[in-house]
């Protein structure tokens, strides 16, 4: 079955199944510029080396990369090329040192040989082992990499990945992303729907973080837990702040300058720190330097993506910049709650661009910001729910047409859109009492549906949209 562009219409399987899904799967601190084309791609290749025994690993001779679906389509743009050589060279998204990454890739062009694992010289040709299979999707996944390990005297060994999103990876025949099988896992409240979700609330008298917090213990003891939300808070503060004292030009070819800088010092300058009228700008200017960051390859938090790295950031800066009385109780409520919301989307639709569209990216970030301030901020968990359902609502349908498959534009300035419809969406449910028409599983499933009869050109593949219609002079 092919599309009326001719493109091959892909609708995933159900490789994001009823496992659970902790907090740290919806937060990951990474590169950029995009979870599922550079970060998803880096754990698949140091997986696959990693799956290779030291035996196996010294007698590789070369190893060669298929890329399929949007991966070739856009994975220039989104360093998917780039992403697969550091995973080779055994480096993950967690590790690698963002301003050192592009000497380790130019080393190994310049020389044609690649360090697999960091230990192993073998043969490295770009044009001939890392592949840009364009215009082929394969029926799983339209995110899809293989890998095939090439040895003197015995048969390759194949293995196939795919990038599911926000940075998540699955092995061709696995059901779910989790490294723990799920037979392990035992919550002490389970839940695979908001309805479970707020039952659960109500038979209990717990909040949705509070619910979040004892289920995390599956995984490890509460102050682990404590200390991990701290870290992603420090990290996407990290990822604000280095955006707002970068300048210059973004890679990529488009002459995208960054305008973070010189907007917060216009900010200063005119007294604007102090004026209510300009409180959306600052959010807006906070979405703007994490996404810069991005794509210019700098270290962000996978919130639950890259492409919308910059709206929870945003938003969570907003909440502890300009709401009182902001507290570090409140910012982890804020983390936890969101990550309730995400796992909502992630176990009953996708996160992923390639399947959805912008909706599963900036839609979905924007409704895990507008839950996760809602909560800060005092909200029933019922009020929570309600603005989670505002956000994604007025966010469906929205394509994903990336101009030269960079994550630059509309991708930078739809952070700032998302964050500050997040807010939006947080005071009006919390002038209501959660008492509301649609409830926001209904508005997931209707993302789905959305996204699945969303045409293959609007899905980061950059052959419709703003990706075609834009005429570089």
């Keep these: 079955m092919v599309t009326e562009a001719g493109l091959p219409c892909v609708k995933a399987a159900r490789l994001h199944a009823e496992a659970p899904i902790s907090v740290t799967e919806l937060f990951t601190i990474g590169i950029g510029p995009s979870s599922s084309h550079t970060v998803g791609p880096m754990r698949a290749a140091y997986r696959f080396v990693e799956s290779l025994d030291p035996a196996r690993q010294s007698q590789v001779t070369h190893i060669v990369t298929e890329l399929f679906g949007s991966l070739a389509l856009t994975g220039k743009g989104h360093a998917t090329d780039s992403a697969v050589i550091l995973g ?73 990945y795919y990038s599911i999103g926000g940075g998540a990876i699955l092995l061709d025949g696995e059901e779910s992303a989790n490294t723990r099988p799920s037979s392990n896992i035992r919550q002490p409240y389970p839940f695979t729907s908001a309805a479970e979700l707020l039952a659960i609330g109500r038979r209990n008298r717990l909040s949705i973080a509070q619910i979040v917090l004892a289920n995390e213990q599956a995984w490890r003891d509460e102050p682990n837990t404590i200390a991990f939300l701290d870290r992603v808070r420090v990290a996407m503060l990290a990822s604000i702040d280095r955006g707002c004292r970068q300048e210059g030009t973004l890679p990529g070819g488009l002459n995208v300058r960054r305008r973070a800088k010189a907007l917060r010092d216009d900010l200063i300058a005119s007294g604007a720190a102090y004026n209510p009228s300009h409180i959306f700008e600052w959010v807006s200017l906070y979405a703007l330097a994490v996404n810069e960051e991005n794509a210019a390859g700098g270290r962000v938090v996978t919130a639950p993506t890259n492409g919308a790295a910059g709206i929870i950031p945003a938003v969570l800066n907003y909440y502890e910049t300009f709401t009182v009385p902001a507290s570090r109780e409140g910012t982890r409520a804020f983390l936890l709650t969101a990550a309730a919301i995400g796992s909502l989307y992630k176990k009953r639709a996708s996160i992923s661009a390639a399947e959805m569209g912008c909706q599963g990216e900036v839609g979905v970030a924007c409704s895990m910001a507008a839950g996760a301030l809602a909560a800060a901020l005092g909200g029933t968990n019922e009020q929570i729910e309600n603005a989670a359902e505002i956000g994604m609502e007025h966010n469906l349908g929205l394509t994903c047409d990336p101009i030269k498959g960079l994550v630059q534009i509309p991708c930078i300035e739809r952070n700032t859109m998302g964050a500050v419809k997040a807010i939006n969406a947080a005071y009006l449910a919390l002038r209501g009492n959660g008492t509301h028409i649609v409830p926001l599983d209904t508005v997931i499933e209707t993302m789905r549906q959305t996204g699945n009869d969303m045409r293959s050109q609007y899905k980061e593949t950059s052959l419709g949209g703003l990706a075609v219609n834009y005429v570089a002079c």
């Design 88 to 160: 080779l060279l055994g480096w993950q998204p967690e590790t690698v040192d963002p301003d050192r990454a592009p000497s380790l890739i130019e080393n190994v062009r310049r020389s044609g040989r690649l360090m697999l694992a960091g230990c192993r010289p073998i043969s490295f040709v770009e044009s001939e082992h890392l592949q840009f299979r364009k215009g082929e999707f394969q029926p799983m996944h339209p995110n899809t990499v293989r890998f095939s390990a090439f040895f003197a005297e015995t048969q390759p060994f194949v293995q196939q």
